[in-house]
T-cell receptor
């Protein structure tokens, strides 16, 4: 079945710098790749996603890139701000029977240093 | 608009006691529903998902069970809680193309003592 690995587990960056989180997946049939942000004690929230027919997607300071050949995708956050501090989860989705299922990475704790 | 309600927000239960967590969705019909658990500082573990009334799929064998008595109601239960059942429980519903985008409830922090 699908397996998703996420790195690094913790990332500390200076405010204003960029942050990059990477995920690799194993199932070449996976076709949907979302990123979720979870602040401490809160629910995970979808921040950006990409489908396998697109190589890159951007939303203001956040972007996601997908390399289908290498089977990895990355989250890029530019001009980081204190409110970007959170745990970020990647996931990969593929059709399993008649349903889509998300397989999750273990999460990256992003710390923005003032 | 669609909303998801999950309660209670926090729960402290003794070992061996029963559990019932409820989740309801408004503003949509026939949603895909999910129960996730998150141990402290850890990732998301899918426990159960349901694509319709009475249809439950279990991802992890354990002493928990789930039921979907109504289209927009999803219940997580246990007859006897274990210490290892402590964690942050999240209900979610799937939307969008293929229903793979998840919107999570606010979660229940369960402490088993």
């Amino acid at each position: 079945g699908e397996n998703v690995e996420q790195h690094p587990s913790t990332l500390s960056v200076q405010e204003g710098d960029s942050a990059v989180i990477k995920c690799t997946y194993s199932d070449s049939a996976s076709n949907y790749f979302p990123w979720y942000k979870q602040e401490l004690g809160k629910r995970p929230q979808l921040i950006i996603d990409i489908r396998s027919n697109v190589g890159e997607k951007k939303d203001q300071r956040i972007a996601v890139t997908l390399n289908k050949t290498a089977k990895h995708f990355s989250l890029h956050i530019t001009e980081t701000q204190p409110e970007d501090s959170a745990v970020y989860f990647c996931a990969a989705s593929g059709l399993s029977g008649s349903n889509y299922q998300l397989i999750w990475g273990a999460g990256t704790k992003l710390i923005i240093k003032p | 608009s669609q909303t998801i309600h999950q309660w209670p927000a926090t729960l402290v239960q003794p070992v061996g006691s029963p559990l019932s967590l409820e989740c309801t969705v408004e503003g949509t019909s026939n949603p895909n529903l999910y129960w996730y658990r998150q141990a402290a500082g850890r990732g998301l573990q899918l426990l159960f998902y349901s694509v319709g009334i009475g249809q439950i799929s279990s991802e992890v064998p354990q002493n928990l069970s789930a039921s979907r008595p109504q289209d927009r109601q999803f219940i997580l239960s246990s007859k006897k809680l274990l210490l290892s059942d402590s964690g942050f429980y999240l209900c979610a519903w799937g939307y969008g193309q293929g229903r793979e985008k998840l919107f999570f409830g606010s979660g229940t922090q369960l402490s088993v003592l």
